[in-house]
């Protein structure tokens, strides 16, 4: 299904909910108890109509009683000073990034350094917090978190993050890898328990990797060696997740607790691990000896995850594989092919081998996890990698994210929909806060991807963008303020600049709910039918890629 020639009409009475909310309000409550009686009349089908004014009405009605017994009645009389105008016109086009040095090709190639980011170490001086560190980006801590303006209630937060610091996947592992990454200084837990309260319990075990002096066969190719699983977290990253969960309590703490806040991780362990390392930090004092609270972590099916993302999305993948067809894609490759040659020849890469070929997405895994972890870059018999080698690769990389999830034009659609589920979602929840049927989670924490991160930044059209380091952050923070409702969102901790705009926010970042759910909700075609929640994403997927 088309993203961008959403239908108006059908739009119309999801957007319409939205508007009418303020206008609502001004109007007596008396409007209000006829509107409910309506809807009774039309429940019991006392009164006949169309099938879609009796949508529309339902809806109107569903949406201001919530409000209404939100507030409580002896609120209603203050909404005579809420009389706002917020029509806006619906915009969902894509809109190129901001042009930087990340964006400039000529900057790329012709260029030093990495423009001030950091690639070296987890630890950012607080002086300097808030620059780019791709071992441990910034994200919301009490330090420099933007406070919101008197009287504006923060009622609902959802963060999204990737994973912290982590070995190098075996897929992004050089032919011969002569120094072991081990990992005996974590236990990597692997046990199940009952939770039936009857049944014996089970005690925590974890795995322990050797090799046999007696089993004579090897993996193949041999790779990366060590005790470690390529991947996992390591210590360094343990403690950035420790560390995070820490900053995030600072700033969010009434709404987390057992009762109120919610985590959800992927199908690939490393999310896992490092939610362990947040939850001591998010939940502390709650996981005493004589009263554990174990904490459930949401995951869905490994061949539908909607947060890794990992549903089929045939239409996303090519566009994706589309925006590697370029004129422009194959000119950075070609203007590479010398810096290419050179890491071959010391790291021993076939220069045949594709995967290494196609980006410097393997080159730049392998480089920026070995100074992350303070270890040397690699040489062999001829020469090692020097910094301004390593340099040009980091630039590469963060001018194939740019290029990728907001430069082509073919990247809004590309990031929608592979990414349009997990928004769906997203919406589901602020609707429900909005309407007041939130129940009690106030808080959502995800644990994701880069893959995660960079499609979101896509759809939200940062106007910077890069790509997403370790522990990279976005966080949806709902502001209710007197009956309006506005969202925030931040990225390295504070507001996010977009291109886009339907998400400028006014000069503390806020955004009325309406124009949020407006453009996210546009993009994925999100509706309401007859009480039943709808979007376009699963026909986006199969939609052909036009040529
Ligand atoms: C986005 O996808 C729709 C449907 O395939 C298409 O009509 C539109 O032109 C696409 N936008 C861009 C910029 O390619
Ligand atoms: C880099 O600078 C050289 C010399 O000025 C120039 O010939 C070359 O085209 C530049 N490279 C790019 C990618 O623009
Ligand atoms: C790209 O960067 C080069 C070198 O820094 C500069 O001369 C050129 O004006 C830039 N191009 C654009 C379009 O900004
Ligand atoms: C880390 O990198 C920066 C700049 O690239 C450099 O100045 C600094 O000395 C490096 N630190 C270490 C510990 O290598
Ligand atoms: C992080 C990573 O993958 N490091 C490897 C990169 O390649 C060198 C040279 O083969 C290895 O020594 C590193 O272990």
Redo the contacts with the bound molecule.
Sequence with gaps: MDVASYQPGRWRRFYDRWCSLTSLFVLALSAVVIAALLIQLLDQDLISTTNIMHKTLASIGAVVTAILSSLGLTHASHSTNLAHDDSFELDLAWYPPKPSSITNLTAVFNST??WGF????SHTPDEQYGTYNWCNMPHVRAKEYPQPPAHYELVYVEVIHRHHLRTPYSSNSFPTEPSPWNCDDIALFSYSSPLTPASPPSKPAYHSPFTSPLNPFLPSPIGLQGTCAFPQITLPGLTDSHHHGHDLLSVYFPLITPSTAQFRVTNNPITSQVAGALLSALLPGTNTNTNPIITPLLIQNKETDSLEPKYPCPFSRELFSAIQSTPEWKLHLSLARELFAQLDEISGVPSTDSGFHVSFDHYFDNLSAKQCH?RPLPCSPTGCIT?ELADSVYRLGQWEYSYLYRGSQQALNASVAGFGVWIAELLAHVTEVVKGEGGPVKYRHNVAHDGSISRLLGILQADEMHWPGMGAEVVFEVFKLEKRYFIRVLYGGQPLKSSSPMLKGDKNGMIPVEKVIGYLGGLINLRDEDGITRHDVGEMCNAPVAA
């Design positions: 350094g990495v950091i690639f070296n170490t303070s910094q």
